[in-house]
């Protein structure tokens, strides 16, 4: 999707550089919208990433400024179990990664002449003298269960972390209203809540979506012909590929249409896909046009409980089943809530079942809400204009 008007800063505009954390998508995809954002004041916006995340961001902006910065290392284990002891192993590279981008964007700074740098959960995004932003859904890390009393020592170094930016940006409703829930941490001035961000425009669920087959009570119990499964893939692996595999496996065995984007980064898109079957269709990789018509067409999307992906329902209104990632507790919590309000249905991996899940899938109303895509526009304008006034 090309923004009018190049990359050109207009007069009274700022040049900024924008880096998302290349853990999957969802970190880039919550960056497109807020890209728009400042395009659309005439700022010049200069995306500093690698991998996927880099290109998703040229999918989407092919006149946008890019500057390669080297990935943070990160592998997720095969078991849930093992979430802890494999993160805390890989502290120390990623401690050494973030040094290393605190250099590499203190000379990006120099090079492109920037006034204000933008990070998406990456603590090494920032340098020296120059305004700066951090966005976290999650200033509160959500310990393993028995662990809890950890969680507001987790807080506090996570605000430790970041307490050399500017300002944080929470991408999420204040109150009643919150996603995250306690994600987002306590309430203080320099915590700014920006809104839900999401790269699809917001919307009612299609009325011929709705018009499938029904149960007795009246609730969505059946597949229609016409309106393909969409399967969203993304992620750090193995994670990804195994969950890959098991989706495969299961709507092979449905039978059912079915749509599966593998969320691959184009130089892995030739990856040999899992299985091969009929009924079901595979995209290596779907920029956000492509994934807003899939989305517009399937009966029901089936994904990681990633916050982004969440924010995307709310705007998209899609019915959805979530699967969380195997030990890792923001997603676990997040899931948790949803199915405690009655949004979605949520299972854990090693209980995934399409055959029987669906149908119950079909029967929750998902996450839309139109409300609260527009409340999140508002607070995302007045985070930007306070940008502006900062630099008058």
């Not at 990935?71 to 002891?85: D, Q």
């Not at 932003?133 to 996570?158: C, D, I, N, S």
Request: net charge neutral; hydrophobic share 40%; proline share 7%.
């Amino acid at each position: 999707m090309t923004v009018e008007g190049g990359n050109e800063a207009r007069p009274g505009g700022r040049t900024v550089l924008l880096s998302p954390l290349d853990w999957g998508l969802g970190h880039a995809s919550r960056c497109v919208p807020l890209v728009r954002a400042l395009r659309k004041r005439g700022w010049r916006v200069v995306c500093c990433s690698d991998g996927a995340p880099l290109a998703l961001m040229r999918a989407e902006f092919p006149d946008l400024e890019f500057r390669r910065v080297a990935s943070t290392p990160i592998r997720y284990p095969r078991s849930g179990l093992a979430m802890v002891p494999a993160m805390l192993l890989q502290v120390p590279k990623i401690l050494r990664a973030t040094r290393a981008l605190r250099r590499r964007t203190e000379e990006l700074c120099a090079e492109c002449g920037a006034s204000l740098t933008i990070s998406d959960n990456r603590p090494g995004f920032r340098a020296e003298g120059v305004e700066s932003v951090y966005m976290t859904h999650q200033m509160r890390l959500k310990a393993p269960r028995g662990l809890a009393f950890l969680e507001g020592l987790a807080e506090r170094l996570h605000d430790f972390a970041a307490r050399g930016f500017s300002r944080i940006w929470i991408p999420d409703l204040p109150g009643e209203e919150s996603l995250a829930g306690s994600l987002g941490g306590r309430d203080e001035a320099r915590r700014v809540r920006i809104g839900l961000l999401s790269r699809f425009a917001p919307r009612a669920c299609a009325p011929e979506a709705v018009e499938a087959s029904r149960g007795e009570d009246g609730a969505r119990t059946a597949l229609r012909a016409d309106r393909p499964v969409l399967a969203l893939l993304s992620g750090p692996e193995p994670q990804r590929t195994l969950f890959e595999r098991k989706i495969a496996e299961q709507l092979r065995a449905l039978g059912a249409p079915a749509t599966i984007v593998r969320g691959l980064a184009p130089s892995a898109a030739a990856a040999p896909l899992p299985l091969e079957a009929s009924n079901v269709r595979w995209i290596p990789f779907a920029a956000a046009e492509e994934i807003s018509a899939l989305l517009a067409e399937c009966s029901l999307v089936v994904a990681r409980a990633g916050y982004s992906t969440l924010m995307d329902l709310v705007h998209t209104g899609t019915r959805a089943l979530l699967v969380p990632t195997p030990g890792q507790t923001e997603q676990e919590y997040l899931a948790g809530r949803l199915l405690e309000s009655g949004a979605a249905l949520c299972v854990r991996q090693d209980e995934l079942d399409l055959a029987a899940q669906i149908p119950e899938a079909l029967r929750f109303p998902g996450l839309g809400d139109g409300d609260r895509a527009a409340r999140s526009a508002e607070l995302l304008d007045r985070a930007i204009r306070d940008l502006e006034e900062s630099d008058g």
